[in-house]
């Protein structure tokens, strides 16, 4: 079955950073693209990150030049690099996949979630 693992979630201060993990199994992870979002308490869920299979990546305004989305494919497992933490960015951060779609594939709902990993920036 499809699983993504998130961690590497917690309490950071302001300022600070957090690499999150996501590790994918029962997908064509090589060949599809991966992304994360977030959702705070009250607010719609939003896209943060995504990166195609060929490693093009893109990101919501409010994240560039502080967080980085990469991935290896040796090991099925996409990161979120996220520095310079503000405490808007607390959210629940979830791993998601899309599977064979091609470079539009952002403008589609993902077709698999993980179950999400608390991010807290609180000082």
């Known amino acids: 079955q499809v699983r993504l693992v998130e961690s590497g979630g917690g309490l950071v201060q302001p300022g600070g950073s957090l690499r999150l993990s996501c590790a994918a199994s029962g997908v064509f992870f090589s060949g599809d693209a991966m992304g994360w979002y977030r959702q705070a308490p009250g607010k719609q869920r939003e896209l943060v990150a995504h990166?195609?299979?060929?490693?093009?990546?893109n990101y919501a305004d409010s994240m560039k030049g502080r967080f980085t989305i990469s991935r290896d494919n040796a090991k099925n497992t996409v990161y979120l690099q996220m520095n310079s933490l503000k405490p808007e960015d607390t959210a629940v951060y979830y791993c998601a996949c899309w599977s064979a779609y091609g470079s539009s594939y952002a403008r589609f709902q993902p077709n698999y979630w993980g179950q999400g990993t608390q991010v807290t920036v609180s000082s």
């Open positions: 990166i195609s299979s060929g490693g093009i990546a």
